[in-house]
């Protein structure tokens, strides 16, 4: 009965290869992110999505281009993978805009 | 872009209370000051949050200043789970980010 779940929770992938992580929340909410925390620790936000609609879009890449298939559901998808996308990346949650952020576990990716 | 400052470290001894500090001399009227976790290898864990008035629930205690300049959070009775890193963080605006700095690492010894 988690509420943000992310998988997978661990991922070992080849510089080059297209891979996905799966975000899905049970709360109900209507807006979804996804962060991403370096080998530095520090978290910074990447997208953010309002009832399927995109709303924050901080700089990067456009080899990430998350996908929300509906309002419980917020995928990311990365292109060509690079060591630098090496990371702990959380998806997270909130009842709308202005209301607490619930984040996930986390999922560990690694580019080798 | 964070809009706090922490202390990058603390102590605590085990059972007693830790007091977290945290100065946002540039808040503005509308913003919030949320308190935020990370234990190691976990994801981000909500606190607390208030706006002016002291706020308390099951997990800690929230003091802002009368003129919002600082805050400080309390847990009444720290115990070695509560070894984490705590983020204070001033959430509003248009776009209502939320947005980490370095936070403090709070090490709660036995």
């Known amino acids: 009965d988690t509420a943000v779940s992310q998988t997978p929770k661990y991922l070992v992938t080849q510089m080059g290869n297209d891979k996905s992580i799966k975000c899905e929340q049970n709360?109900?909410?209507?807006?979804m992110y996804w962060y991403k925390q370096d080998s530095k620790k520090f978290l910074k936000i990447m997208f953010s999505?309002?009832?399927?609609?995109?709303?924050i879009n901080e700089t990067v890449p456009n080899r990430f281009s998350p996908k929300s298939p509906d309002k419980a559901h917020l995928n990311l998808h990365i292109n060509s993978l690079e060591l630098g996308d090496s990371a702990v990346y959380f998806c997270?949650?909130?009842?709308?805009?202005?209301?607490?952020?619930?984040f996930g576990e986390g999922s560990w990716l690694t580019v080798v | 872009d964070a809009k706090t400052t922490q202390p990058t470290s603390m102590d605590c001894a085990e059972g007693r209370a830790a007091n977290l500090p945290c100065n946002h001399s540039?808040?503005?009227?509308?913003?919030?000051v949320y308190w935020y976790r990370q234990i190691h290898s976990q994801g981000p864990q909500y606190i607390i949050h208030?706006?002016?008035n002291n706020e308390t629930n099951e997990m800690a205690s929230l003091i802002i200043t009368e003129d919002r300049k600082s805050s400080t959070l309390i847990l009444p009775h720290a115990t070695l789970r509560d070894t984490a890193v705590y983020y204070c963080i001033v959430r509003g605006g248009a776009t209502n980010k939320l947005i980490f700095g370095t936070g403090t690492l709070l090490a709660v010894q036995p």
């Open positions: 709360l109900g909410h209507d807006t």
């Open positions: 999505y309002n009832n399927k609609e995109l709303i």
């Open positions: 997270a949650s909130s009842q709308d805009r202005a209301n607490t952020i619930y």
């Open positions: 208030g706006l002016k």
């Open positions: 540039t808040i503005s009227g509308n913003e919030y």
